[in-house]
Structures are given as C-alpha cells and as structure tokens.
C-alpha cells in the first residue's frame, strides 16, 4: 500500500500523539506521561481516540461487534469524531491556543493504518488528508504476537483484536512512518516490549526535549 500521508499539512507544536497496533500499552503510557507533566507543573490536556463523544460511543458499539456497518463506515465514523476532536468546542485545537501540551493516544495515523488495511488506503487518505500533523508521533513497536498475548488476558477482544489483522495493521504502520518520516515529522519509536518504567523513561525523554525545542 503507498500512503502520501503528511502531504503539505500544518504541523502543530506541543501536539504529541502516541500510536501503535492494539496491546502495546499506550493507555499505561499515556497515564504515566500525564503524572510527569502534572509534577512538573506543565499545563496538558491528556485525551484519546476514539472520544468518548456520541460518534465515539457508537463506534466502540462497532468495535464491540453490536452494531455492524461497513469498513467504510467505520471510516467515515472515525474522520467524523476526529475532527469534533480536533476543531470543536473543546477540542484539541483549543487546548494548544491555551498553551497546554496534548498528548492524544491515537489519531488519523490509526485510520491510515486499520481503515487503510479493513477497506484500502484511498478512502481513509481523502477523508483524513485536512488533519493537522502532531510535533511528535510517538510509534509502539510490538510483534503482533506479543501484543495479540497481551490482548488475549483483556476478555472480549474486539473486532480488530486477530492476529492477522493486526500483523497487516503492523505492517500499514511500518510503511505509514517510513513515508512521514520521510515527509519530515518527527516520530520516535519505542521497543514496546520492556518494562513499564523503562518505556515511561524513554517517552518522558523524547518529550520533554520535543516540548521544550
Ligand atoms: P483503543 O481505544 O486504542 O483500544 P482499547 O479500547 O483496546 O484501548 O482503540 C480502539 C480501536 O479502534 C483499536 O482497535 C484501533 C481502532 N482505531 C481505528 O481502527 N481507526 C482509528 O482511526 C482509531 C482512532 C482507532
């Protein structure tokens, strides 16, 4: 799949978003970077995709296998709730112009990536091209066996939640941050598979060196 990802896009400074396949602990992480930032008395604004808006709430409903659309929905969907995310009231956009720091778990990369492996890269690509690009992508590696291991000790798995799924997802990704790195964002990437605390001190470095220049 070829990807023109970060095509004349705005970037977004003290914009930092986390990504990877499901299971490699990006909710832990995101929790732990806020304690940082919190102690060290940087305002920030800690929030995730998908939002637990209405469009959010039916696209979990989707994900839970209770309500069945198609990829392309699904689509459309996650594009509708991100840009609420982004440009609405209270949304991501009003928290940089307050000065905060916003550290998103997921953002248009996870459509590009899922979307662009459940129903092809076209679609997600037009509807995810007016999105702006994060100061810092912060990418999750993980085997997808590992991830899928982790997953498998969560109960219900959701109907991304299979192990070939998630190694096409894995593979869309790898090509998705080779083009954007390309493209000049700046992404760091992280060995998913350590300690908790050794990850933490990984992403608090990059960071912290990301937000203060
Ligand atoms: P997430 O909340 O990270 O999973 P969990 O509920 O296990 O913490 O994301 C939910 C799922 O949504 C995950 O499988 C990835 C998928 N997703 C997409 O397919 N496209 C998107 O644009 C986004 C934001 C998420």
Redesign the pocket.
């Known amino acids: 799949m070829k990807y023109q990802a970060t095509a004349s896009r705005e970037v977004w400074d003290r914009f930092i978003v986390f990504e990877g396949i ?1 299971g490699t602990g ?2 832990t992480q995101r929790n732990l970077l806020s304690e940082t930032l919190r102690t060290r008395s940087i305002p920030f604004h800690s929030t ?3 939002t637990d808006s209405e469009i959010g709430r039916l ?1 979990r409903k989707i ?1 839970a296998g209770d309500v069945r659309v198609r990829p392309e929905t ?1 689509a459309y969907l ?1 594009a509708t709730d ?1 840009n609420e995310h982004i440009f609405g009231e209270g949304g991501i956009r009003e928290h940089l112009d307050a000065g905060e720091v916003v550290v998103c ?4 990369f ?2 590009l990536a ?2 662009g492996s459940a129903c092809g890269p076209e679609l997600p690509e037009r509807l995810n091209q007016g999105f702006p690009l994060p100061s810092l992508l912060v990418y999750f590696e993980l085997s997808p066996d590992r991830a899928l291991s982790r ?1 498998s000790g ?1 109960g219900v798995p ?1 109907i ?2 299979r192990g070939d799924f998630l190694s096409q997802v894995s593979r869309a990704y790898e090509d998705i941050l080779n083009r954007c790195a390309d493209q000049g964002l700046r992404v760091i990437r992280i060995d998913g598979s350590r300690t908790i605390p050794e990850v933490a001190d990984d992403i608090q470095r990059a960071v912290l060196s990301a937000i203060e220049g």
């Open positions: 499901d990006t909710t995730a995709e998908p696209i994900l699904l996650y991100r778990d997921r953002y248009f996870s459509s899922y979307q997953i969560r959701d991304f939640e």
